[in-house]
Structure formats: structure tokens, C-alpha cells
């Protein structure tokens, strides 16, 4: 009898634990769904972006995707971008990132799917672009170079052939990007220069002198004097060592009343200070803006120029002639009224100075032309 | 003046300087957020361990930048006030601020930020990688 009184207790408690658990799973509140992880959360509204018109911004989220190992998330993304051209560029930004961190089989797969959005692009030349690309990155030069001739928009090939040329200079192929530099009639001296750049880049200094030599020649050429291109690739003139035919085609344009900025007069001064030519660089940083009054807010590129040619020569060892002229950097500097000028010219020369000490009253001299900006 | 001087390591000053050029800055959009100013500060606040500062100047950025009417101006203001709390690690103020830019391009390059912020601050290495072939 007490065993069976017993066994019917037991079963009893069993039946009410389970009720009550039963019970407590029915009733218990329903938790908000919230995503508490603020990263999974940026990434599934990013992935929402797929519309947007920047494609560098595409490239950088793309490739800050892979280079942070979230592969699957890059691809989702690349898959669902709107725009069948801004989908084939995705992939092969996705391409790109993965050969940047060597995973090189992986990438395969990016450039297969690369192919595969290629296979929706309506437009029959921005499609011999896209094959072109492709083909470009298995290697198939001539191949590629096929499709691009078979774009029939000048625009359009010229935009293409610069594309490939960029490629070509990133993937250290220099033959087939001044192939690509030479094809194109329209932006020829752009892409050699860049060919150049990424000579010297990868220390073929020679071949890069000579395509830059090239380069220079063609800019001389141009109807308008080419005054943009030697600027914008003053420092490739300077370090193919031409500094001096640069100084020469710059005064050419001076004298047709073209305005050429202060950068490049730095950039040579550099390139003649570099060679050791002091006084012909001195002779060229102390010619910027030279008919200017000694107060004129015009000096603060002479002044920058200056401690650029000082900072040479301490690192050739010259440090008695470097300190002279840092000096006259700084005389200059501090001789400029205007103060956002003075400020800027201070805030360049301040860190060429070798001395703290120097270098702390020259960032007080600084702060000092800052408060004036902010006061007035 | 004032990211140059936290960079020369006088905080004090720096933090001085910084809240003088929040209170008398005639266009905070432009001088402060625009110009690239208040990551400037941040950066610079956090490399000399002023953490409290910087936390301070991206509150009131914050603040201020309601009074931002232009809706582009706006949008790209609370992008980098996004990659300014992203910075500091506070990353759901990072998310609600990016989220609060109008402009897809503003809101991508935002959470673009984040999580190379994120990634930076779990893996300090990251950084020389993402700051290579990001541009």
C-alpha cells in the first residue's frame, strides 16, 4: 500500500514539474528581437547600399569586407549591386582584394562570377570593355587588346584602353601597358607618365626614364603647351632628370602669361638640389614668386621650397648648409602679414627643423598666427 | 593649431584650443566637420590617451550639427561624426549617427568606416593592410 501511496506521489510531482515548466515555457514574455551586435547590424544595412553610384565607395566596402575575411558577405553584396556594369566592376573588386591578400584560388571564383554578370551587360561596346578586362586578367593580352579595337565609341575605347593600362601597370606588366599607352591617341601622355610612375615604382629606373623622357616630349607637343600634364607629373620629370628641360618649359609658358603653381618649382628644386646643384636649386626655390614684396602672403611657397632643398642636404650630410637655408625658409616664413599664409608655410617647415627646441617655437609661431586667424 | 598641438603632446593646450574653435568657428560645418578638423582632433586626442576629450568634442559636434540645415552638408556631417564615434569604439552611436545621413554614398562610406575601425581595434595588425589598399 505505501509502496503504490509512493509511486502515485511520485508520478504526481513529475506531472507538476512538467506542468510547470511546460507552463512557464507558454507564458514567459516574448523578448524584443534586437540585433545586439552593432557590427552584423552595419553590415546588413551596408548591404542594403547596393544602388550606389560611387564606385570607389563600392571598391572600399568591398574590399574592407574581404580584407576583414567576410568573403560571403562581399558576394552577396557584388550579387545584389543594381547596375549590371557596377555588379561586373563588384566582382572584380572582390577579385582584386582577394589577389591582394594571395588568395589566389578564391579568386578564381570572383572572376568566374565576374564573367557571369559580364553576360548581362546590354551595351555591345561596354561589353568589349568588360571582355577585354577578363581576358586581361588570364592573361590573354592580345586577346584582350581584340576587344578593345572592337569598341566603335572613340570615348569609350579611350576610357577601356586606360583602364587596361592601369591594370597592366598594377600587375607589373609594363609591355602591355605601354601598349595600351600607345594605342590610345587621346590619352597617351596621361598613361605613359603613369607607366613611368609605376617604373620607377617597381625599380626599373631606366626603362622609366625613358618613358617618362617620352612622356615629356609628348606634353611639349600639345597645341596648349601641356602646362597640366607637367604639373600634375612634375615629380616623374624631375626623377627621369629633367628637371632642367622642365624649368625651361615652364618659363616658355610664364612668358605666355600661363600660370604654373609653386609645387612643381618645388619639385625641381628638389630634383637639382638631389643631383647637387645647390646653387641652381637655391637659384630655383628662391625664384618663386620673386617679384613679390617681402611681406606678401605669394612667399609661402618660396619658403616651403626652401626647407624642402635644406632637407635634402641634411640628408646628403650637409648639415651646416641645410640649417643656413632652413633658416631663410623660416626668415621668409615669419615675414608673411597674411596669417593663414605664415601659418601654412610654419606648419610645412616646422618638422624639417632638427632641433626640438627649434621646432617647438616654430609650432608656437604657428599657434600664435592661428589664434590671429581665429581672433579676426 | 589644435590637432598640432596634441601631436606635439600638449593636451591641455590642444583641448583648449579645440573648444575655443568649436565656440567661436562662424561655420561649424565648414571649419570644424568639412575640413576634416574634428577626426583630426579625435585621432590626435586618442594618440596622446586623451580619451575623454575626444568623446566630448564628437558630443558637441554631434550636437551642433542639428543646426545643420543644408541637407547634403548634413548628410556628410553625420558620416564623419559616424567614423568619429567609431573611433572611440562607441559603436551603436557610430551605427545611429551613419544612420542618420540622407545620402547612400554618405551612409556606405560610414559603415565602410566602422567596420575598418572594428576590425582595426580587434586586430591592431589590420591596419597597415586596410590602410594599403583602401583609399
Redesign the interface.
Known sequence: MTAIKRFCLLILAASIVGFSFWLNAVLRPVKPIIDPE??N???K??SQ?T????D???R??L???V??DRNDQAYEFASHTVSEIQRFHAFLHIND?LM??GKTSEAQRSLQQAEKASMSIISADEKFSADAVLLARKGEIDGAFNQVVQIADEVARSKSLSELCLFFIKTGNFDAAIRAAHSDPWDSTRLLFQTAAGLFEADQHERGKAIAKEAFDLALRVPGGGDDMLERFALIIVRAGLYSELLEAFHTLEKRDIYIANQPFESIAIGFAKSGNLDKALAVARGISKDAPINSYLNDGRACALASVSQVLREKGSNGKAEAVLTEAIDTALKIEFPVHR?WAL?KIAPYSSRQEE??RL?AR??AS??AI?SH | MAVALAETGRGSEAAQAAAEAFISAHNFEHVIIRSGALLGLVKAFLKINRIDEARRLVDVAQQKLLTIKDPIYKSDANRRVAEAFAMLGEWNQAVAAAEYSEQQIDRLAAYTAIIRQHAITQNPALAEVLKKYIE
Open positions: 552593432p557590427i547590424r552595419t553590415i544595412l551596408a547600399l544602388g550606389s553610384p560611387d570607389q565607395l563600392i572600399n566596402w574590399f574592407t569586407l580584407l576583414t582584394a591582394a591578400v601659418s606648419h621646432r617647438r609650432f604657428f599657434v592661428e589664434l581665429m
